[in-house]
C-alpha cells in the first residue's frame, strides 16, 4: 500500500501503451491547475493500484493528479486515434484532454491487469481540436460517480480514482470552473483507435496495434487460425454483453460513438450519460442528439453496427469479407442470450419455458405505456406474493394503467406457479439481481450544486450509498424515491 504522501511520488508506474512507436501518442506534460483541491477519491479505486486512501488528503496526492506535479516514473502522453460521431466519419479526434501517466500493477485478484492512470482535464494536448483541454467540475463529478456506481452494479468500466478541483474558470455555455478526474482501466483503446491506422491506409501500424492487444489482452487468440479473426469475434461477443448489461439496469451511454467504445468491452468516456427513470424504450438522455441515435432502444444495434466499423478497420488484417462477417456473426446471439438471462434473473424465473419472450415483452409494453419507474418496479416486483395480490399496492401505484398491470400480474403469477418459485427465495434472488440505488441525473445534479459552493459532502455520501446498490440502507432511503419535479427539466449534451 502507498500511505504516506511523500510515497506518491514513487508510485512504480510501467508504460505497456508507452512502449509502443511513438507515432501512437504523443509525449507531453500536463498543464498545471492553480491551487487544487480535492473534490472526492473512491477507496475502492485505489485500492485496486495499491493506494491507501490516508494518502487522499496529502498535498502530494492532489498535485499529482492534478497534473501539477507528476511522480517520478510517470511518462505522460496523449494517445491519437480517429472515428464515426453520430454515426459519420469525423477523421483524426484523440486524447483531446486526456493525457495517460503510464500503468500501475493492481495487486487484488479481481484486477489481474495492469490499469492505466489517465488524467481528463489535464490541458490541451495536439489532439484538442482548438479545444482548451480541460474539463469541467459538474461532467468530472458526473463520471466520477457513475463510474464506480457501475462498477458497483458489476458491469464492466474504467474506474474512477479522483476529482480534483480548481477556482479556475473556463468557458462553455457560461463560465464553470475546472477540475481533472484520474481514470483508470487496463486499457483505453478504442475501436477509434483501429480506424485512425484503416483510413490512413497505414496497415503496418494497424498490424501493431492489434498485436499489441492480442498479446497483452487475449493471448489465448494466438493459437487461433486467425487471431485477427478471433479479436473481432471477443471484442464484438464483450460489447454485447455489456450493452446487455446496460439495458438490464436502464443505463444509457448517450455518445456511442466508435471512439467511445472499448476494445476490451468497458463502459468508457462517460459524458451526457443517463439512468432510466420513466420508462420509455425512446428515451434519449443526451440533449445533443437530436434524432436519437443513441436512445435506450438503439443501444443494441448500435453496438452492433460500432462493432462492423471496427471489423472494417481490421479487414486488411483478417484478409477476407466473409471471415469478417463470420466473426461478428455471434453479436445477436450473444446479445439476445445475455439480455434474456438478465431479464429471467430480473423476473427471478430461474428456469427458461417457452412463453417467457411473451411474458417479458409484454412487461416492457406496460412499463411503456405508464411510463413507470424502470428501477422501482423491478425492486417492488421482487416483493410480489404469489397468493396475495391484495398486497401489490406499492408496485400497483407505479402504473397508470393499473388494469393493464393486474392482468399482467395474473400472467405472472402463474408462470412463477409454473416452476414452483418460493416468494422468499426468489424475493433475495430478486434483491441481489435489481439495485434499489442507482446514480439518477437529480442526485448527481445535487451533489454537483454542492460541490460548487465548495461542500463536497454530499459526494462521499452519494458514493457510499452507490457503492452498495443492491443493499436497503434505511438510512439512506430517499436516495431510491421517485425524482422530483424539477428533475424533469434536467438536460444533459455534450458539452463538458
Avoid at 222 to 229: G, H, I, K, L, Q
Avoid at 247 to 266: C, K, P, R, Y
Avoid at 348 to 361: E, P
Wanted: aromatic content about 10%; some cysteine.
Amino acid at each position: 500500500m502507498i500511505a504516506a504522501g511523500a510515497n506518491i511520488d514513487t508510485l512504480p508506474f510501467g508504460h505497456a501503451f508507452g512502449a509502443l512507436a511513438p507515432v501512437f501518442y504523443t509525449r507531453l506534460q500536463p498543464t498545471p491547475l492553480p491551487h487544487p483541491y480535492l473534490v472526492g477519491a473512491s477507496a475502492d479505486a485505489a485500492a485496486l493500484v495499491g493506494i491507501d486512501p490516508a494518502a487522499f488528503d496529502t498535498r502530494e496526492f492532489i498535485e499529482a493528479f492534478t497534473g501539477n506535479q507528476l511522480p517520478a516514473a510517470a511518462q505522460p502522453l496523449s494517445a491519437v486515434y480517429s472515428g464515426h460521431q453520430f454515426g459519420n466519419w469525423a477523421g483524426q479526434l484523440g486524447d483531446g484532454r486526456a493525457i495517460l501517466l503510464g500503468d500501475l500493477p493492481a495487486p487484488s485478484t479481481a484486477s489481474p491487469h495492469l490499469l492505466e492512470v489517465q488524467l481528463k482535464g489535464a490541458g490541451p494536448t495536439p489532439y484538442s481540436r482548438m479545444g482548451d483541454g480541460r474539463a469541467v467540475l459538474r461532467s468530472s463529478i458526473r463520471e466520477f460517480l457513475c463510474s464506480e456506481a457501475m462498477a458497483a452494479l458489476g458491469i464492466p468500466t474504467s474506474r474512477a480514482l479522483c476529482v480534483t478541483g480548481s477556482d479556475q474558470f473556463i468557458m462553455r455555455e457560461t463560465p464553470e470552473t475546472s477540475a481533472v478526474a484520474t481514470r483508470m482501466a487496463p486499457s483505453f483503446i478504442r475501436f477509434g483507435s483501429f480506424e485512425h491506422w484503416f483510413y490512413n491506409d497505414r496497415p503496418a501500424e494497424l498490424k501493431l496495434l492489434a498485436d499489441h492487444v492480442i498479446d497483452r489482452f487475449y493471448p489465448a487468440l494466438r493459437e487461433t487460425d486467425n487471431p485477427y479473426a478471433a479479436l473481432l469475434t471477443e471484442v464484438a461477443r464483450r460489447t454485447a454483453h455489456t450493452i446487455a448489461q446496460w439495458q438490464a439496469v436502464g443505463f444509457m451511454h448517450g455518445v456511442m460513438n466508435t471512439d467511445n467504445m472499448s476494445i476490451l468491452g468497458l463502459t468508457l468516456d462517460y459524458g451526457p450519460f443517463g439512468f432510466m427513470e420513466a420508462f420509455d424504450a425512446r428515451h434519449i438522455c443526451n440533449h445533443t442528439d437530436q434524432q436519437g441515435r443513441y436512445s435506450y432502444a438503439m443501444q443494441p444495434q448500435i453496438g452492433h453496427w460500432n462493432c462492423f466499423a471496427l471489423g472494417q478497420a481490421l479487414l486488411p488484417l483478417i484478409g477476407e469479407v466473409e471471415a469478417a462477417q463470420a466473426a461478428l456473426a455471434d453479436y445477436q446471439p450473444q446479445y439476445n442470450a445475455r439480455f434474456g438471462a438478465l431479464m429471467h434473473a430480473k423476473l427471478g424465473l430461474s428456469t427458461v419455458q417457452a412463453d417467457d419472450a411473451t411474458l417479458i415483452d409484454a412487461m416492457f409494453a406496460i412499463l411503456q405505456a405508464s411510463h413507470v419507474d424502470f428501477t422501482l418496479f423491478f425492486r417492488r416486483l421482487g416483493r410480489l406474493r404469489q397468493a396475495d395480490p391484495g398486497a401489490d399496492a406499492p408496485l400497483r401505484d407505479l402504473f397508470i394503467d393499473r388494469a393493464a398491470f393486474d392482468a399482467w400480474a395474473v400472467q405472472y403469477r402463474g408462470r412463477l406457479q409454473q416452476e414452483g418459485s418460493v416468494d422468499a427465495v426468489r424475493e433475495l434472488a430478486m434483491q441481489a439481481t435489481n439495485p434499489k440505488y442507482v446514480l439518477r441525473n437529480y442526485l448527481a445534479q445535487v451533489a454537483i450544486e454542492k460541490a460548487q459552493n465548495k461542500d463536497f459532502t454530499e459526494i462521499a455520501t452519494l458514493l457510499a450509498v452507490l457503492q452498495k446498490p443492491f443493499d436497503e440502507q434505511p438510512e439512506h432511503e430517499h436516495y431510491a424515491a421517485l425524482p422530483p419535479d424539477w428533475a424533469s427539466d434536467l438536460e444533459v449534451s455534450c458539452s463538458s
